[in-house]
Every structure is written in structure tokens, then in C-alpha cells.
Nanobody, 127 residues
Framework: QVQLVESGGGLVQAGGSLRLSCAAS????????MGWFRQAPGKEREFVAA????????YYADSVKGRFTISRDNAKNTVYLQMNSLKPGDTAVYYC????????????????????WGQGTQVTVSS
């Protein structure tokens, strides 16, 4: 069982930056691939970024590529999402998720493959 707690959301002007954190409980964090997803009002939850167990492989949605960076610190049981050049279209609740994939090189990109979810943190970007 893994419990995930996101933090770092808030209100920011367009062009600004935020860094989200997701702290995981448990001693086996390094055996999980991690992902960030987001859900805007009236829309489905969508993939944002993912990282494999060791941080050697990262993937991004086209809409955030070049602006967002996912990283992890296994010693701190934490995954991060650095968000730069934020746009109003990035406004959503952001969720981190964990996939028990062992030492697979490739993290999943589909939300249905993730086993555990955090409660979400709101990000609002004003124009």
C-alpha cells in the first residue's frame, strides 16, 4: 500500500512557475513508476508526465513538453513536477499516481495502469 500526498499548488499569473511535490509513504517507493495527471472542470483526467523507478526515463504530454519537468528523489520518497511558463489552459487539479512496475524501464502513460492516487492539488493560472 502506498499513500500519496501532493502539495505546492496555488494561484499564479500566466508565465509564472510552480513546483508540485508528491510525498509517498512506505519503504518501497523506488519500485514504483510515478505519474502526474490533471483534471480540469468538465474534462477527463489527462496524462501530464511520467517517470520510471530510477528516474532514467521520462515522458510528457505534448501540451507541456518543454515547459514541465518531472523528477524524483527516492531517498526522500518524493516526486516533483516543475511547471514553468504556465498558461491559463494549465488550470486543473493535479494528481500524482504510483504504478508498481518493479524495475521496468518504461513508465505507463495511461491512468488505468496506475495503482495509487493522491488527493490532488489545485493549480490556477490567471491571464
Amino acid at each position: 500500500q502506498v499513500q500519496l500526498v501532493e502539495s505546492g499548488g496555488g494561484l499564479v499569473q500566466a508565465g509564472g512557475s510552480l513546483r508540485l511535490s508528491c510525498a509517498a509513504s512506505g519503504r518501497t517507493f523506488s519500485s514504483y513508476a510515478m505519474g502526474w495527471f490533471r483534471q480540469a472542470p468538465g474534462k477527463e483526467r489527462e496524462f501530464v508526465a511520467a517517470i520510471n523507478w530510477i528516474g532514467g526515463s521520462t515522458y510528457y504530454a505534448d501540451s507541456v513538453k518543454g515547459r514541465f519537468t518531472i523528477s524524483r528523489d527516492n531517498a526522500k520518497n518524493t516526486v516533483y513536477l516543475q511547471m514553468n511558463s504556465l498558461k491559463p489552459g494549465d488550470t486543473a487539479v493535479y494528481y500524482c499516481a504510483a504504478h508498481h512496475g518493479g524495475t521496468s524501464r518504461y513508465p505507463p502513460l495511461s491512468r488505468v495502469e496506475y495503482d495509487y492516487w493522491g488527493q490532488g492539488t489545485q493549480v490556477t493560472v490567471s491571464s
